[in-house]
């Protein structure tokens, strides 16, 4: 009996460590988790909703939902990242795509957008190919999600 009360309290440590710990990849998910969020991000609506990833700023590239199609974005807003415009635009034509400027704001700097399809799981599919060709993204590599 004496022993039952700090086992107890053991295993009630170690369940909380594993809840607030979570998987130990400190918010940072797979590339086989953006479907999920695609679908958070449809059914979303907010017209400034966006859904976004990357390992490190110069590689982010951001989902947007509008007029019920995923566009898939990179926004030039450091010279690290004007760097990979070229790549991008190449890619996008390799695939298929036409690229279009936008930005989101006035003082904002230029984005790059193709617009992809309303289907979240061809838009997951061609975000990692766009991901993989022009940054050495792959399934495996660990990726913090923004918002």
């Known amino acids: 009996m004496n022993l039952l009360v700090p086992l107890l309290v053991i295993v009630v440590v170690i369940a909380l460590l594993f ?35 990357h390992t490190k700023d110069t590689d982010a590239l951001y989902f947007v939902y509008e007029d019920d199609v995923f566009h898939l974005d990179y926004e030039l807003s450091s010279e690290a990242k004007r760097a990979f415009e070229d790549e991008f635009r190449k890619t996008a034509d390799s695939l298929g795509f036409e690229v279009s400027e936008t930005s989101y704001g006035e003082d904002s700097a230029r984005v790059l957008r193709v617009s992809l399809t309303s289907d979240e799981k061809k838009s997951a599919k061609t975000g990692y190919e766009f991901a993989s060709r022009i940054f050495g993204i792959d399934q495996e590599t660990e990726l913090e999600f923004l918002p």
């Open 19 to 53: 809840v607030f710990r979570g998987n130990g990849k400190k918010g940072k998910s797979l590339y086989g988790d953006v479907e999920a969020s695609l679908v958070r991000l449809k059914l979303d609506r907010h017209p400034q909703a966006f859904f976004g990833f």
